[in-house]
T-cell receptor
């Protein structure tokens, strides 16, 4: 248990569905991240929130929409996804301005059919 | 842009061997470097964190070193066990703090 909880753990959705991934941390961290992990590729940074403000958006398609309502919660809203979006989506948190560890959740395994 | 490379991509060793995993990065302006372990289909578990001012960190049978000027880090695993089988990832944090760059990982298999 890393202190970062992601739900759901598995998700199968059709290309016309709308779903949301949730991430929650109670470690007192002030930065949260979404990463995408596809087979045989390095982890790709998608979004970074620092002090609840989005500070990084790595050219992610608009069908992915992040939301950070407070420092403990992070969402990734999904709509009209493509099969190539199937991957493991990982949430992480850390302190933004100190050399602290990054803690990762267990991930959501997303399959788009 | 920072690039992180891990060698080898896969490693298979008999139980009890000492082994070294390598990580290299192209931009030495890093704040810290972190080693993670990932079991199949699971999230990442943090193993060791080395600040840019440090040379090494140790935890149990694990020892990580950092040579910032040459852009290299190694993870040394002593007396490997089958339970060490996993993918090991290194990640560097640049000095603007707000991101981590990951390597592709080394998949380790320790045979009983």
């Amino acid at each position: 248990e890393t202190g970062v909880t992601q739900t759901p753990r598995h998700l199968v959705m059709g290309m016309t569905n709308k779903k949301s991934l949730k991430c929650e941390q109670h470690l007192g961290h002030n930065a949260m991240y979404w990463y995408k992990q596809s087979a045989k590729k390095p982890l790709e940074l998608m979004f970074v929130y620092s002090l609840e403000e989005r500070v990084e958006n790595n050219s992610v398609p608009s069908r992915f929409s992040p939301e950070c309502p407070n420092s403990s919660h992070l969402f990734l809203h999904l709509h009209t996804l493509q099969p190539e979006d199937s991957a493991l989506y990982l949430c992480a948190s850390s302190q933004a301005f100190r050399g602290s560890y990054a803690f990762f959740g267990q991930g959501t395994r997303l399959t788009v059919v | 842009k920072q690039e992180v490379t891990q060698i080898p991509a896969a490693l298979s060793v008999p139980e009890g061997e000492n082994l070294v995993l390598n990580c290299s990065f192209t931009d030495s302006a890093i704040y810290n470097l972190q080693w993670f372990r990932q079991d199949p289909g699971k999230g990442l578990t943090s193993l060791l964190l080395i600040q840019s001012s440090q040379r090494e960190q140790t935890s149990g049978r694990l020892n990580a070193s950092l040579d910032k000027s040459s852009g290299r880090s190694t993870l040394y695993i002593a007396a490997s066990q089958p339970g060490d089988s996993a993918t090991y990832l290194c990640a560097v944090r640049p000095e603007d703090f707000n991101k981590f760059y990951f390597g592709s990982g080394t998949k380790l298999n320790v045979k009983p």
